[in-house]
């Protein structure tokens, strides 16, 4: 993994797992539950994301662009 603000790789990994473990609770529980946090339990995912590889993001967005 890319530089990540000194957090630890199992602790990214860590934190990974549960913000993808919330999205499927989510995804199988309460729709209206599920649709009120869906896009701050994305973003947190994404955020995870990022801090293991800065790089990810930096070529996600200039994917987008083409």
């Given at each position: 993994?890319?530089?990540?603000?000194?957090?630890?790789?199992?602790?990214?990994?860590?934190?990974?797992?549960?913000?993808?473990?919330?999205?499927?609770?989510?995804?199988?529980?309460?729709?209206?539950?599920?649709d009120?946090?869906?896009?701050?339990?994305?973003?947190?995912a994404?955020?995870?994301?990022?801090?293991?590889?800065?790089?990810?993001?930096?070529?996600?967005?200039?994917?987008?662009?083409?």
């Amino acid at each position: 993994m890319c530089s990540n603000g000194g957090r630890t790789e199992a602790d990214i990994a860590t934190r990974l797992a549960a913000a993808i473990n919330e999205l499927a609770a989510a995804a199988t529980g309460d729709q209206d539950a599920a649709d009120d946090n869906l896009a701050e339990r994305l973003a947190r995912a994404w955020a995870t994301i990022v801090a293991a590889d800065p790089e990810l993001a930096a070529r996600t967005a200039r994917y987008s662009r083409s």
